[in-house]
Nanobody, 117 residues
Framework: QVQLVESGGGLVRFGGSRRLSCAASGSIFSIGTMGWYRQAPGKERELVADIMRGGTTNYADSVKGRFTISRDNAKNMVYLQMNSLKPEDTAVYYC???????????WGKGTLVTVSS
């Protein structure tokens, strides 16, 4: 039906930048809110940022001013630009998307971002 695939993870140095991408594919009529979550070892999954179809954004306090979420509705893509990365940003990053025609939220399998100190 619907697949979300993240890319862009990897190893980055403290203070560096990384851009994550997520592509949604399948039988998609339209997508509502899209978001990025992360899960660090031993911790619960948490919201990083999300973006409504019209562009309204929401960020976790821990990433405000450092991360920027954006989307391309024509390509069914969502992005996360991460700047000034810190070791505590190390986590598996997951994207999700509310697929309107199914009335469900779908998740990707995640991409690992490791920030070295």
């Amino acid at each position: 039906q619907v697949q979300l695939v993240e890319s862009g993870g990897g190893l980055v140095r403290f203070g560096g930048s990384r851009r994550l991408s997520c592509a949604a594919s399948g039988s998609i009529f339209s997508i509502g809110t899209m978001g990025w979550y992360r899960q660090a070892p031993g911790k619960e999954r948490e919201l990083v940022a999300d973006i409504m179809r019209g562009g309204t954004t929401n960020y976790a306090d821990s990433v405000k001013g450092r991360f920027t979420i954006s989307r391309d509705n024509a390509k069914n893509m969502v992005y996360l630009q991460m700047n000034s990365l810190k070791p505590e940003d190390t986590a598996v990053y997951y994207c999700n998307a509310f697929i309107t025609n199914y009335g469900m939220t779908y998740w990707g399998k995640g991409t690992l971002v490791t920030v070295s100190s």
